[in-house]
């Protein structure tokens, strides 16, 4: 059983920068894959970035490729989502999830979700 809080939402302006943080509690952190997901009003939940248990692989929707950056500190138990050049259609709410990366166009399925926590960005 993992359980997650997300924090570090916000309201910004275009290309300004935020940074998303979860706290995940529980035994299955450090060998669980961690990955942020996100829902804009009216649309499906989309993969964002995925990163291994190990850290050593990270993942990234195209989108946000060279824009944000996951990482993880597991003796903290904690992902974070740093997203730089924010653009107004970065706007949605951000969950963290805990699981599995199974590749694909997929890349990771979720067994755990956080919360979410809302992002804006204003143009």
């Known amino acids: 059983q993992v359980q997650l809080v997300e924090s570090g939402g916000g309201s910004v302006q275009a290309g300004d920068s935020l940074r998303l943080s979860c706290l995940a509690s529980g035994q299955s952190f450090s060998t669980s894959a961690m990955g942020w997901f996100r829902q804009a009003p009216g649309r499906e939940r989309e993969f964002v970035t995925a990163i291994g248990w190990t850290a050593l692989r990270t993942y990234y929707t195209n989108s946000v490729k060279g824009r944000f950056t996951i990482s993880r500190d597991n003796a903290k138990n904690t992902v974070y989502l740093q997203m730089n050049s924010l653009k107004p259609e970065d706007t949605a709410i951000y969950y963290c999830?805990?699981?599995?990366?199974?590749?694909?166009?997929?890349?990771?399925?979720?067994?755990?979700w956080g919360q979410g926590t809302q992002v804006t960005v204003s143009s």
């Open positions: 999830a805990a699981g599995r990366i199974v590749g694909g166009p997929t890349t990771m399925s979720a067994d755990y």
